[in-house]
C-alpha cells in the first residue's frame, strides 16, 4: 500500500535535544513537547508513506520532499511536524529513539530538503493532553 499525502501547509521540526515530552497513547495518537522550528517551505510538500511487510514483520516508509526558500542545513536528528490546512490532526515522522536526518540539495535555481525515514508504526497523529482526539480512554499518566 503506497499513500501519498496531500494538503500540508507548514512544516516544523525540532532537535531531539529539544524535545522536552514525548507520550505514545497504545491507539496511535502521540502527545509532543518540544521547542519548533519552521521549515520555510516555497511550493506544497509532497509525502508517500508506503507499508512494507518482511520476515522481521510491518514496517512503513515515509519519503518526503519540499522546495524550501532559504538553506537550513540541519545537520542534527530531528522530528518532524507536519499540519495540514483540510482540519486533520497534524503527523509527526521520527521518534528520540529513531530520528529524522534532512537531506539538502542546493543549486543556482532552487533548494530542497528530503528525507526518508522508516518505522515499524504509521506516523503518530499528534493530540493534545485534555484526553481529546486519539486518546481512547481519556489520557492518564500510566501511558507514560
Known amino acids: 500500500m503506497i499513500r ?3 494538503h ?3 512544516v ?3 532537535f531531539i535535544s529539544e524535545v522536552s515530552r514525548l507520550i505514545y497513547s497504545p491507539s496511535g495518537g502521540v502527545a509532543v513537547t518540544a521547542a519548533w522550528q519552521e521549515l520555510p517551505i516555497s511550493k506544497p510538500p509532497s509525502l508517500t508513506i508506503a507499508e512494507d511487510y518482511s520476515k522481521a514483520g510491518r514496517s512503513f516508509t515515509s519519503s518526503f520532499r519540499s522546495w524550501i526558500r532559504e ?3 540541519v545537520r542534527d536528528p530531528v522530528i518532524v511536524r507536519l499540519d495540514f490546512n483540510d482540519g486533520q490532526p497534524p503527523l509527526l515522522i521520527g521518534s528520540v529513539d529513531h530520528p529524522v536526518r534532512f537531506t539538502e540539495d542546493h543549486s543556482l535555481t ?3 530538503v528530503q528525507f526518508t525515514h522508516r518505522f515499524w508504526a504509521y506516523p503518530f ?3 493534545d493532553l ?3 482526539g486519539i486518546f481512547s480512554p481519556p489520557f492518564t499518566p500510566q501511558y507514560t
Do not use: E, F, P, T
Open 8 to 10: 500540508i501547509c507548514r
Open 110 to 112: 532552487q533548494k530542497n
Open 12 to 14: 516544523r521540526y525540532a
Open 130 to 132: 485534555a484526553g481529546k
Open 125 to 127: 497523529r499528534i493530540v
Open 4 to 6: 501519498s499525502i496531500n
Open 71 to 73: 538553506r537550513r542545513l
